[in-house]
Structure formats: C-alpha cells, structure tokens
C-alpha cells in the first residue's frame, strides 16, 4: 500500500516568508509526528498527533512553528517569519494506534531559508 | 532530558563482517526503544521495536539487544553487506517524546 507522503520534496524560500509543508500519513494510522533533522545530526521531536488533535507539541521550537490535522488524516506544518536557522529536513511519521507501535517516515521536505 | 548517544559515529567494514552498534541513553523510563536506517536523501525504515518489558529481537540478520537498567541497546548486523551501507539511528520512546542519537554511518566495502 501508499507509504507516509510528503510535498513538496524540496522547497527554497527567503529569510522572513511563510511556509506550508504537508503529510500525508498512512491510510487508517491515527498517530502522526513532526521530526526535523539538521544535516548530521538524528531527528528532532516537534509534535505529535493523535487524531486531530495535537498530543504533545513540547517539541515546537517557538511561536513561529505551528501544525494542524484538522480532519485526523492530511497534517500541515506551517511556519511563519522563517530564519535561515530553519534549514533541515522536514520528516513526518504515522503510526497505528496505540502509541508506542512502529513509526513509519515519509521522505521528508529539504527546506532551505536563503 | 533524555539523552542518547551512538557509538561509533561511522564505521567502515569488509564484507561479510559480523558488526555492532551502540545506543545508550541517560534515562532508563522508557516505553521502547526502535532501531531505524536511513539512506542518503531518504526517510528512515524502521529495523527493529523492542517494547521496554522485551530483551531482543530478531529480524533476518539483524538483532537488537535492550538493556534498560544500563541504558543500553546493540544493533548486530550478522554477514554484512555493501547493501547494509546507511545511517544507523536509534530512538527511545519516553511516552512523552521520541529521542533520537545522532546516527552510526556505516560502510559496508565489497
């Protein structure tokens, strides 16, 4: 079946724009996660997600970050004012419940912040 | 916090080697500890779950050991091979958040 999805793969934006990156879990996995990953370093925790509504969003770095799944499937991370700092490798992940089971990672969205 | 650590950074083999990594963690409060690969550009696979209350698991030729009172957990890769070349990550499940190390690289030379 369909993996975990994510779009766009790469996206270039300048210093101070807003940007959407989207998820698009596996059909049925009510867990969804938001990792970023700098180069050479492991994934970061941003926030989790079980069905619509966000679990445990201790991860998001600031105000600037923020992430919704308004109907419990698609997820959208959005991140407003962006800093050169927020260049990594978006990942996202789904998993079936309950939490604790194996995650499952889409690709990931490389954005870069000129 | 949790902290995990993965040792080697990289490690470069000859074929056909048996091989360990090593993941170690500051608090032993775990719900589970996974292993994953990721390949250069690519997302991560998941290898292996070891729920808290398990000692190992086995897939293939891959084991995962856990021991959860030293914070510790090996990854051993039995008869390596060029296709096994990747990033190694481990990753604990507090129940709160999901902690990564920061990978082993390693190099399977034909």
């Known amino acids: 079946g369909a993996g975990v999805s994510q779009t766009p793969s790469n996206k270039v934006t300048e210093k101070g724009k807003y940007v959407e990156l989207r998820c698009d879990p596996i059909s049925g996995h009510t867990a969804l996660y938001w990792y970023r990953q700098s180069l050479g370093q492991g994934p970061e925790f941003l926030i989790y997600f079980q069905g619509t509504g966000a679990a445990d969003d201790s991860g998001l770095p600031n105000d600037r970050f923020f992430a919704v799944r308004p109907e419990g499937s698609v997820s959208t991370l959005k991140i407003q004012r962006t800093e050169r700092g927020d260049s990594a490798v978006y990942l996202c992940?789904?998993?079936?419940?309950?939490?604790?089971?194996?995650?499952?990672f889409g690709p990931g969205t490389r954005l870069l912040v000129l | 916090k949790q902290e995990v650590t993965q040792i080697p950074a990289a490690l470069s083999v000859p074929e056909g080697e048996n091989l360990v990594l090593n993941c170690s963690f500051t608090?032993?409060?775990?719900?589970?500890l996974q292993w994953f690969r990721q390949d250069p550009g690519k997302g991560l696979t998941s290898l292996l779950l070891?729920?808290?209350?398990?000692r190992e698991q086995t897939s293939g030729r891959l084991n995962a050991s856990l021991d959860k009172s030293s914070g510790r957990s090996t990854l051993y890769i039995a008869a390596s091979q060029p296709g096994d070349s990747a990033t190694y990550l481990c990753a604990v499940d507090t129940g709160n958040q999901f902690y990564f190390g920061t990978g082993t690289s390693l190099t399977v030379i034909p």
């Open positions: 608090d032993s409060a775990i719900y589970n």
């Open positions: 070891i729920q808290s209350s398990q």
């Open positions: 992940a789904s998993s079936p419940e309950p939490r604790g089971e194996t995650q499952y």
